[in-house]
């Protein structure tokens, strides 16, 4: 067996350079075709946006009107108070009746509306 002279170390730059090439051009490559696929799937022509786009809209615009005229604290829905947060195992029961089961929060100050009806 021949053991390799280290005053003939194997010089593999030129294979590493072309490899790293290689790679480089094929990223740019996958990133314009996938570039160009999303800006395909963006299109109107397609039918999946044209079916869920629309509704998404739609519902978007309601969403906004009732927020809008809402007058009821979105956090305790009108409640005033909020159940608290269970930080442990042991507050897996919960009593409803007891008081210090409830926070009031901030958004509405315990009156149930929301701050610019208060």
């Known amino acids: ?3 390799i002279s280290l005053s003939n170390p ?3 730059n030129l294979a590493i350079s072309e490899i790293e090439k290689s790679i480089k051009n094929l990223e740019s490559q996958y990133e314009k075709e996938f570039e160009t696929y999303i800006e395909a799937l963006k299109v109107k022509e397609n039918p999946i946006k044209n ?3 629309p509704q998404i809209t739609e519902l978007k615009r ?3 009107s009732l927020k809008s005229n809402n007058e009821v604290c979105e956090q305790c829905k009108g409640k ?3 159940l608290r947060s269970r930080v442990c195992v042991e507050d897996d029961s ?3 009746n007891d008081p210090n089961n409830w926070e009031t ?3 509405c100050r315990g009156s149930g509306l929301e701050k610019d009806v208060v």
Do not use: A, F, P, T
């Open 10 to 12: 194997l010089d593999l």
């Open 1 to 3: 067996m021949e053991l």
């Open 62 to 64: 309601i969403l906004l």
């Open 94 to 96: 919960v009593d409803l």
């Open 80 to 82: 005033g108070k909020i």
């Open 105 to 107: 929060r901030d958004m």
């Open 51 to 53: 079916k869920y786009e």
